[in-house]
């Protein structure tokens, strides 16, 4: 195709910006893992001095998450990944109250919105900028609600939920609950996958029961991941067998990805400030670019509450796949929207939710910046999208 051919010119070298779906590991990540795939490569639960040495390693790495999260190290359950952690928090508590119901946001990811289907659920809406509708929220909620589900920022708009004003309607409704005798408990779970490169996860600071953390979106492993569960909080587990993770998650632990979860979110929350502060001035100039280039483009979600790495557009009158496909020979690696759902034909329910229709929804790419985003990037990238669209 000799146009895209002619655009390909102009992406002197790769520029990925798909963060959102996955991040390189970090050399030190990788580092600290090398020694538990050979060497280090005992099982956990033995009891000869090398693989106690190995469970030792095992609880360091898992007071390192717990600080992040301002929780005790019993609190921390290792997944293999943000949707097993998503699952095991819907799942485990609602298997536990099969005549309650549970209340997810509309634009939660899959693996929170799927599992929720399989009980008594409702959906709450949200604003035209992806925010929490909270009206709505504390309409919905009623004395039979015993699990809420908002993720802390979205996968594909960036736009950041007011999670500790729910946790504030969620605490007033627990005092008029025991007013009445009503011992139904009542928890808030938060997505936090998104999250945790950027923003703060104090669970006491966000006002959290549950928390699920995905290594893959923070310059960790894949298939590695963390639930935090509250103290006094019981869930039903997910898998049966030899009893590990206090028999929530049994299996011989993967050591190695653990390991490297922790580091990696030891690395991210480190320099969160620091690499949001980069980002935040990334994203204006992103911004500016795009409105002088792309003037018909529209940026969806929230512009003050959002991810600092996360640049999300409708541009009326084109296809997406289209774009996406000559981005790609061009060199510049964006996405539509959610890489669990790329392979689906049907728009984002994402977007839907924001009432975009299905040929807005079908009209709009996402870019999500990191660690390895320059300045000079950027330009390159929109004059690029500006050919295309010519």
Known sequence: ????????????????????????????????????????????????????????????????????????????????????????????????????????????HESVILPAQNYNYRVIKVQADGRLDLEDLETKIDDQTVLISIMQANNEIGTVQPIREVSRIIAKIR?????????????????????????????????????????????????????YVKGGVLLAPLIDGGGQERGWRSGTENVAGLVGFAEALDLAQTMHHQESFRLQNLQKKFFELIDEMVPSAKINGSK??????????????????????????????????????????????????LGLNDEAAQSSLRFTMGRGTDVEQLPIVTKTLAKLLN
Request: net charge positive.
């Open 1 to 108: 195709m000799p146009a895209s051919y002619s655009v390909s010119r102009m992406a002197k070298k790769t520029i990925y910006l798909d963060y959102a779906a996955a991040t390189p590991m970090d050399k030190s990540v990788l580092t600290a893992m090398q020694p538990f795939f050979m060497d280090r490569f005992y099982n956990p639960s033995a009891t000869y001095k090398a693989a106690l040495d190995v469970n030792k390693t095992m609880s360091a790495a898992r007071s390192k998450v717990a600080h992040w999260l301002g929780a005790r190290s019993s609190e921390i359950i290792f997944t293999a990944g943000g949707t097993e952690a998503n699952n095991l928090a819907i799942h485990g508590i609602m298997k536990l109250y099969p005549n309650a119901n549970i209340l997810v946001s509309a634009i939660e």
């Open 175 to 227: 005092q008029r609950r025991i007013s009445v005798d009503n011992n139904l408990p009542l928890y808030l779970h938060s997505d936090a996958c998104q999250a945790a490169n950027y923003l703060d996860i104090h669970v006491a600071r966000l006002g959290v029961d549950l928390l699920s953390l995905n290594g893959g979106k923070i310059y960790g492993p894949k298939q590695s991941g963390a639930l």
């Open 304 to 353: 003050r509450f959002r991810l600092p790495n996360n640049v999300h557009l409708t541009i009326p009158g084109q296809d997406n796949e289209r774009l996406l496909i000559l981005l790609d020979q061009a060199g510049i690696m964006a996405a539509a929207g959610s890489a669990c759902s790329a392979s689906h034909e049907t728009p984002s329910h994402v977007l839907k939710a």
